[in-house]
């Protein structure tokens, strides 16, 4: 599976953005999906995954709450809505899909990557 994600951008403190995450070759729904983001100097860190089905979402503490993980399998399409952001956030952000029955926020999980999308929040 080939994966794209989109909608970064520069935001001011408290403002929200929405990141797609486009699929193609293989349908997602086979896919446990997963958010990721790496900021300048720092490894990369989970910020939330999604069960095939969409029925299951798990975030990373510092997004509770503000972030929330979605997908739509017909449009092959996964996102992630962003409310209330901070500087903290700024950060390029990766989609991933995994094969393991439940990958959760384990990196490794993870076999399938996309180019990552920069986001920046200004304070």
């Known amino acids: 599976v080939q994966l794209q994600a989109s909608g970064g951008g520069l935001v001011q403190a408290g403002g929200s953005l929405r990141l797609s995450c486009a699929a193609s070759g293989r349908t997602i729904s086979n896919y446990f999906m997963g958010w990721f983001r790496q900021a300048p100097g720092k490894e990369r860190e989970f910020v939330g995954a999604?069960?095939?089905?969409?029925?299951?979402?798990y975030y990373a503490d510092s997004v509770k709450g503000r972030f929330t993980i979605s997908r739509d399998n017909a449009k092959n399409t996964l996102y992630l809505q962003m409310n209330s952001l901070k500087p903290e956030d700024t950060a390029v952000y990766y989609c991933?899909?995994?094969?393991?029955?439940?990958?959760?926020?384990?990196?490794?999980?993870?076999?399938?990557w996309g180019p990552g999308t920069q986001v920046t929040v200004s304070s």
């Open positions: 991933a899909a995994s094969t393991s029955l439940y990958p959760g926020y384990l990196r490794s999980s993870y076999g399938y």
């Open positions: 999604i069960s095939r089905s969409g029925s299951s979402t």
